[in-house]
């Protein structure tokens, strides 16, 4: 790597109404790094405060795209009095060629805002079975290496109408967060009303509207949730059914390639997930039936499955009340803020012929993706993480595995106007979440996002599905899940 020399001057220092800065010192930590170490003392802290940075070559500020991945330290979220540090990498913010005559540095103490201290990512460790919080200061600092704030940047094209963008884009960067640990991300859809489906006209859309299964409706959510940023992987799901004394595990597929644990796992059923039992309105202890979402202490079947599971694994902690996503949770979340096909902003643009289209290329694996760098061509699932995320930072939601949600499968989308005529339907559907059961006694769940076996159209987040997955003999080697849980601890009694 190239070595970059700097003249280095102390920063004159800015002051808001309370908190000020002084003792500014910058110190190359040359011949045996290229970063700069920046200490600056901060007093009169009365609330948490953020401190801005800005550089300059003399007067001269050197502005940069890269600067906030190039910094790690005490920057956000400072809460005391006393001498702060923070690094950064001149190479990584502002390029390896040239060198600056006067570089110093401008420090500006402002309030933080109030979301500051908010929880937006939560690591689940697998083996210690304990619970670490990641706050947006966290993550601004660099406790958790790269991060963006601006979806633009993460692909060419990219846009959303999100406000607020955060991805911890360095969570791909190893792989203990794809097999140790599970991380889930805070998704703010509390009171967002929104629309779900797809509007007429969409590229792809003509191919799936029977029975109007992509019908628009205005759509509100009451709750925030987490939901996990990868599909869940063999090396997860394995760790949590290590709980089960005596469980199979042989029923999830790919797992004889070389980087099967960071794969997702396929073929788990919605029995194995969360049970089918139903006593209609209840059983003789009062239980409700487990085939649905609820809060009430749950039957023992529901404890011998992989979410009940994952639960007591992190029973000591609040909040901890995994499930599948509902339909439209899974939607929300995949969306970000966008309306269009893809969660990148754009369209599906290759539909008739379903040829490789480069703009599902770049989110998503699927059947006409390029599998030439892939033992077995296209008829297999991919790592986890290996295409962009959209502006929830969540990977994979189009494309690689189909993912079950919650809700019981109706093509007709009628099932959540109660009946009403979609035409005079106005009023936004609270928390839907489809039929509760249908006449079969087998009903089919709600599939979402498509998989590595299915064409461009089928992958659009508008896209709704049904599969059967409820018994042994219905493992689907396309069809994984992710978790959610509810980011406010409702009491679930563990």
Same mark, same amino acid.
């Given at each position: 790597?190239?070595?970059v020399f700097?003249?280095?001057s102390?920063?004159?220092a800015?002051?808001?109404?309370?908190?000020?800065i002084?003792?500014?010192?910058?110190?190359q930590?040359w011949?045996w790094?290229?970063?700069?170490?920046?200490? &600056?003392r !901060?007093? #009169?802290?009365? $609330?948490? @405060?953020?401190?801005?940075?800005?550089?300059? =070559?003399?007067?001269?500020?050197?502005?940069?795209?890269?600067l906030h991945?190039?910094l790690?330290?005490?920057?956000?979220?400072i809460?005391?009095?006393?001498?702060?540090?923070?690094?950064?990498?001149?190479?990584?913010?502002?390029?390896?060629s040239?060198?600056f005559?006067?570089?110093?540095?401008?420090?500006?103490?402002?309030?933080?805002?109030?979301n500051g201290?908010?929880?937006i &990512?939560? !690591?689940? #460790?697998?083996? $210690?079975? @304990?619970?670490?919080?990641?706050?947006?200061? =966290?993550?601004?600092n660099?406790?958790?290496?790269?991060y963006?704030?601006?979806?633009?940047?993460?692909?060419?094209?990219?846009?959303?109408t999100?406000s607020?963008?955060?991805?911890?884009t360095?969570v791909?960067?190893?792989t203990?967060y794809?097999?140790?640990?599970?991380?889930?991300?805070?998704?703010?859809?509390?009171?967002?009303?929104?629309?779900i489906?797809?509007?007429?006209?969409?590229?792809?859309r003509?191919?799936?509207?029977e029975?109007?299964?992509?019908?628009?409706h205005?759509?509100?959510?009451?709750?925030?949730y987490?939901?996990?940023?990868f599909?869940?992987?063999?090396?997860?799901?394995?760790?949590?059914?290590?709980?089960?004394?005596?469980?199979?595990?042989?029923?999830?597929h790919?797992?004889?390639?070389?980087?099967s644990?960071?794969?997702?796992?396929?073929?788990?059923?919605?029995?194995?997930i969360?049970?089918?039992?139903?006593?209609?309105?209840?059983?003789?202890?009062?239980?409700?039936?487990?085939n649905?979402?609820?809060?009430?202490?749950?039957?023992?079947?529901f404890?011998?499955?992989?979410?009940?599971?994952?639960r007591s694994?992190?029973?000591?902690?609040?909040?901890t009340?995994?499930?599948?996503?509902?339909?439209?949770?899974?939607?929300?979340?995949?969306?970000?803020?966008?309306?269009?096909?893809?969660n990148?902003?754009?369209?599906?643009?290759?539909?008739a012929?379903?040829?490789?289209?480069?703009?599902?290329d770049?989110?998503?694996?699927?059947?006409?993706?390029?599998?030439?760098d892939?033992?077995g061509?296209?008829?297999?699932?991919?790592a986890?993480?290996?295409?962009?995320?959209?502006?929830?930072?969540?990977?994979?939601m189009h494309?690689n595995?189909?993912?079950?949600?919650l809700?019981?499968?109706?093509?007709?989308i009628?099932?959540?106007?109660?009946?009403?005529?979609?035409?005079?339907?106005?009023?936004?559907?609270?928390?839907?979440?489809?039929?509760t059961?249908t006449?079969?006694?087998?009903p089919?769940?709600?599939?979402?996002?498509?998989s590595?076996t299915?064409?461009n159209?089928?992958?659009?987040s508008?896209?709704?599905?049904?599969?059967?997955?409820?018994t042994?003999?219905?493992?689907?080697?396309?069809?994984?899940?992710?978790m959610?849980?509810p980011?406010?601890?409702?009491g679930?009694?563990?």
């Amino acid at each position: 790597m190239k070595r970059v020399f700097l003249m280095l001057s102390a920063a004159a220092a800015c002051a808001m109404d309370a908190a000020t800065i002084s003792d500014v010192r910058i110190m190359q930590l040359w011949p045996w790094s290229t970063d700069i170490k920046i200490t &600056y003392r !901060i007093s #009169d802290v009365a $609330a948490s @405060t953020d401190v801005h940075l800005k550089c300059y =070559d003399g007067d001269t500020e050197l502005e940069s795209d890269n600067l906030h991945t190039a910094l790690e330290g005490e920057l956000y979220g400072i809460d005391s009095d006393g001498m702060k540090t923070v690094m950064l990498d001149p190479v990584k913010a502002f390029g390896s060629s040239g060198s600056f005559a006067n570089f110093n540095v401008e420090l500006t103490p402002v309030a933080t805002p109030a979301n500051g201290s908010e929880v937006i &990512y939560k !690591i689940f #460790d697998l083996n $210690a079975k @304990t619970v670490e919080s990641v706050t947006r200061n =966290d993550l601004m600092n660099g406790k958790y290496g790269d991060y963006e704030t601006d979806f633009a940047r993460i692909g060419n094209g990219f846009n959303t109408t999100l406000s607020d963008v955060l991805i911890w884009t360095a969570v791909t960067n190893g792989t203990e967060y794809k097999t140790d640990k599970l991380v889930m991300r805070k998704i703010p859809a509390a009171d967002v009303e929104w629309t779900i489906g797809s509007p007429v006209g969409e590229p792809g859309r003509n191919y799936n509207d029977e029975k109007g299964r992509e019908t628009q409706h205005r759509v509100k959510l009451t709750e925030d949730y987490f939901i996990g940023v990868f599909e869940m992987t063999q090396s997860q799901a394995l760790k949590v059914w290590a709980t089960i004394k005596g469980s199979d595990t042989s029923e999830h597929h790919f797992a004889d390639l070389p980087d099967s644990d960071l794969r997702p796992y396929t073929g788990m059923t919605f029995n194995s997930i969360r049970g089918m039992t139903s006593w209609g309105a209840g059983d003789a202890n009062g239980y409700p039936k487990i085939n649905w979402p609820t809060n009430f202490p749950m039957h023992t079947v529901f404890y011998n499955r992989f979410a009940g599971k994952i639960r007591s694994m992190f029973r000591n902690y609040a909040g901890t009340d995994f499930d599948l996503p509902t339909s439209a949770q899974w939607e929300f979340a995949c969306r970000a803020g966008t309306s269009t096909g893809l969660n990148s902003g754009k369209e599906v643009t290759t539909v008739a012929t379903d040829a490789r289209c480069p703009n599902v290329d770049e989110i998503a694996w699927n059947a006409y993706s390029d599998y030439s760098d892939v033992d077995g061509g296209t008829n297999q699932t991919r790592a986890v993480g290996l295409k962009k995320p959209n502006a929830f930072g969540l990977y994979d939601m189009h494309g690689n595995a189909e993912e079950q949600c919650l809700d019981v499968y109706s093509a007709d989308i009628s099932v959540f106007y109660d009946g009403e005529a979609d035409s005079g339907h106005t009023s936004p559907l609270v928390d839907p979440v489809g039929p509760t059961w249908t006449t079969d006694g087998n009903p089919q769940r709600t599939l979402r996002g498509g998989s590595y076996t299915r064409s461009n159209r089928y992958i659009r987040s508008g896209y709704r599905d049904g599969g059967g997955h409820t018994t042994q003999s219905q493992h689907k080697a396309n069809v994984g899940f992710r978790m959610v849980m509810p980011a406010a601890d409702t009491g679930w009694a563990k």
